[in-house]
């Protein structure tokens, strides 16, 4: 249990996403600076999905439990950063009386790459959060976008932009939000639906955020602070987040439910390593032991004890895709160097999309439309950043078969 006083403590961070990963991530290095004496930094933590996952939280006041293992050790911790279980827009109320609050310092979240849309409930919610605090004259605070997004915090802050036509609420937003771009990473497999207060997940954790004033609570807590932190981001979103993408797609095509019992498949995981090597590594320019982070990476994907599903991974892929693949290719095609493997993750994506009997995609009727009509130029036309032209003859829609 904590070594502090949770009647003591304070609401200092509004949290947009109440999910298996806010719970095992964010909250935990607040969790961290709340035991460093930082007793201004809890959360109120609100869910726009299922009012029953707020409530459930509140009746244990909030309080959950992290179970992290690396298959060898385990580690199991209450974490009591979590001050207030909210749904929005029951309690919407509360929230725009915190969104005043003097003691706000920072805005958090964690809401999937397809909420941030103009037109998202979302966005029109962090709209008037952030407008209430203006009426109210509040203090300069962050908001630090915690999805997998290039340029989260400068993403955001554009996508604000695009929607705010009041000149005066903009400038005092650009006088006083500060949007730090961060990448996290920690893998969270969803939480058991029987038990949603106790989270599995690995030991590993990592957040790092571009220079900011809240340095000064979260760099004890464990967060690292850089200058520039897309050298990071882009490292893992291609060399995590885009290989895990394969594996969920090869899972699902291929009925293996965890990505686990995917990338133990002796060939398949070579293969992981040499589009790692041969055609990922070369478009991140980055001082860190890009060979030595892959296979870290393809360990911590082994993990036995996460039970990480397929489905769950291969979801909204029309929205992860370009950033995780075809950004990659595409710098490959300007570097005009050749990506015969990511070609292949293509094909297995577009596999998916044309034999699933589940696709769970914004976008799911026109891809699978696409997809199983092979019309591969308007399939990726869809998508946020198309596809360079010149890999288009090259793909087949025929998947990868390790076994």
């Known amino acids: 249990m904590a070594n502090y006083d949770r009647s003591k403590v304070e609401i200092g961070v509004i949290h947009f996403g109440l999910g298996g990963f806010h719970r095992a991530h964010q909250a935990v290095f607040f969790d961290n600076a709340l035991q460093n004496g930082f007793l201004d930094l809890g959360i109120a933590s609100i869910s726009q999905r299922d009012t029953s996952l707020a409530d459930e939280m509140r009746q244990k006041d909030s309080l959950f439990e992290i179970l992290a293992s690396d298959g060898e050790r385990s580690e199991r911790r209450t974490i009591g950063s979590i001050k207030e279980s909210l749904f929005y827009p029951r309690d919407e109320a509360r929230i725009l009386e915190l969104a005043k609050s003097p003691n706000l310092k920072a805005i958090t979240l964690t809401v999937t790459e397809k909420a941030y849309k103009p037109d998202s409930e979302f966005t029109a919610r962090l709209v008037k959060v952030l407008r ?55 893998i969270v497999p969803a939480p058991d639906k029987n038990n949603r207060l106790l989270i599995n997940t690995e030991i590993f954790n990592q957040w790092i955020i571009e220079n900011d004033p809240i340095s000064k609570y979260l760099e004890p807590a464990g967060v690292k602070f850089v200058a520039d932190v897309k050298p990071y981001e882009l ?5 995590f987040n885009g290989i895990h993408s394969f594996l969920a797609y090869y899972g699902e095509l291929h009925q293996i439910e965890y990505v686990a019992d995917v990338i133990k498949i002796p060939q398949l995981n070579k293969y992981v390593a040499q589009m790692q090597e041969n055609e990922i590594s070369p478009t991140i320019q980055i001082d860190l032991e890009l060979e030595k982070y892959s296979l870290e990476i ?45 070609i292949n993750v293509l094909n297995t994506w577009i596999a998916y999309l044309a034999t699933s009997d589940f696709v769970n995609d914004p976008l799911a009727s026109e891809i699978i439309k696409d997809a199983k009509a092979k019309n591969f130029e308007n399939l990726f036309n869809l998508l946020a950043a198309p596809l360079n032209p010149k890999y288009l003859p090259l793909l087949t829609g025929e998947p990868l078969n390790f076994e």
């Open 132 to 186: 209430t605090r203006y009426e109210s004259g509040g203090s300069s605070i962050a908001v630090i976008s915690c999805d997998n997004l290039p340029s989260n915090g400068d993403f955001t802050k554009a996508l604000l932009k695009s929607v705010i036509k009041d000149s005066k609420f903009w400038n005092w937003i650009e006088s006083n939000i500060r949007f730090p771009n961060c990448m996290v990473d920690r």
């Open 235 to 239: 490292a893992k979103i291609r060399l």
């Open 298 to 342: 393809r360990n911590r994907m082994l993990n036995q004890t996460l039970h990480h599903r397929s489905r769950q991974i291969a979801m909204d892929g029309s929205q992860k895709l370009p950033q995780r693949i075809i950004g990659t290719m595409n710098d490959l095609a300007d570097l005009n160097k050749p990506a015969p493997l990511l």
